[in-house]
């Protein structure tokens, strides 16, 4: 099996790749080459690294993305994209990389023939659903983003689902929660704080929060968020049917519950670490949101998460921080 990972540099992408290094297969089918591809060079993983490729390239930009499936890998995991803050204040770099940058793979793949139809797993987000809401968002609710982040995803979805449908390729979209806790430096999505306040802490730094600890999110850690990627590239289309974008499940609570979560695990000093400063454009974003999710297709087709933030936490200590805390 031949497998391409998109946005293979960012966290997800790492981490997948570090997961499918270990396990040398997915699912039943060993892997037999890895290409990985960001619009700067991924680092090449230690082991297998002889059946590894890595490549620097703008997936949006002409050929790039024709090159990129030209030895039609079986499956391909599309994680390249802008983040929502990132999207929100450079409107044509949002809308360059996160639409047409998967419109143009989508084409490369249907332009290729000879029967060629990879099984293509998308990173969507919560994004694309827009106030307002009801208590909790279920499989049926309609896509009215609020963001031109989220925009672009909810568009995404319908080409994946349109491609889908034609036959062109055999895809499976996932909405994913706030991922946290994101070892490594605050980036520039909306969502940042979700894992900052925890992370910083953690590590015995100051750590700035945003927005109100009332805010109700829902969060899954980087290693479910691998572990529902991993799944859904084995789901078949008869499991799938139609509808092929789902919203993954995760673990809803308020920021004052994530700091109530913090504070068991590693006491008082790491909570003091955490400074208010709120953010209008955080906050308005952010508050655009949907906050709690039934994801009852979801889970009926297997995919699962932590069913408590102190098991994200623990998890984050886990595989970032080598079971150790600087506090």
């Known amino acids: 099996m031949h497998v391409l990972i998109t946005g293979a540099a960012g966290m997800i992408g790492r981490k997948l790749t570090e997961r499918l290094v270990i396990d040398r297969a997915l699912g039943a089918q060993p892997i037999e080459k890895m290409t990985l591809l960001d619009i700067v060079a991924p680092e090449r993983p230690p082991g297998f690294s002889d059946h590894i490729k890595t490549r620097a390239a703008d997936l949006a930009a002409p050929g790039v993305a024709a090159k990129a499936i030209s030895e039609r890998p079986d499956v391909i995991f599309h994680l390249a994209g802008v983040v929502s803050a990132e999207a929100e204040t450079d409107f044509d770099k949002g809308y360059r990389v996160n639409l047409d940058g998967t419109r143009t793979l989508l084409d490369a793949i249907r332009l290729a023939g ?48 349109d491609y889908n449908r034609r036959g062109f390729l055999d895809g499976v979209g996932l909405r994913l929660p706030a991922i946290c806790v994101r070892p490594g430096k605050p980036n520039k999505a909306a969502s940042s704080f979700f894992s900052s306040i925890i992370r910083e802490p953690l590590a015995g730094r100051e750590a700035v929060l945003p927005v109100d600890e009332s805010l109700l999110h829902t969060h899954a850690s980087p290693r479910s968020a691998v572990g529902f990627l991993i799944h859904a590239a084995g789901l078949t289309r008869a499991q799938l049917g139609d509808r092929i974008n789902l919203t993954m499940p995760g673990v809803c609570c308020t920021i004052g519950e994530q700091i109530a979560a913090l504070r068991r695990i590693a006491g008082d000093k790491a909570v003091s670490l955490i400074r208010r400063a709120p953010d209008e454009l955080v906050e308005r974003i952010v508050g655009g949101w949907p906050n709690r999710f039934e994801a009852r297709r979801a889970r009926e087709l297997g995919f699962t998460v932590e069913t408590t933030f102190d098991d994200i936490i623990r998890a984050h200590i886990e595989d970032d921080l080598d079971g150790k805390i600087g506090v």
């Not at 809401?133 to 609710?141: E, S, T, V």
């Open 114 to 161: 000879d029967g060629y139809k990879p099984k293509v797993v998308y990173t969507s987000s919560c994004a694309v659903f827009g106030a307002p809401f009801p208590d909790a968002i279920g499989d049926d609710f309609h896509l009215t983003p609020l963001t031109s982040y989220g925009t672009a995803k909810a568009m995404c979805e319908l080409l994946l689902a």
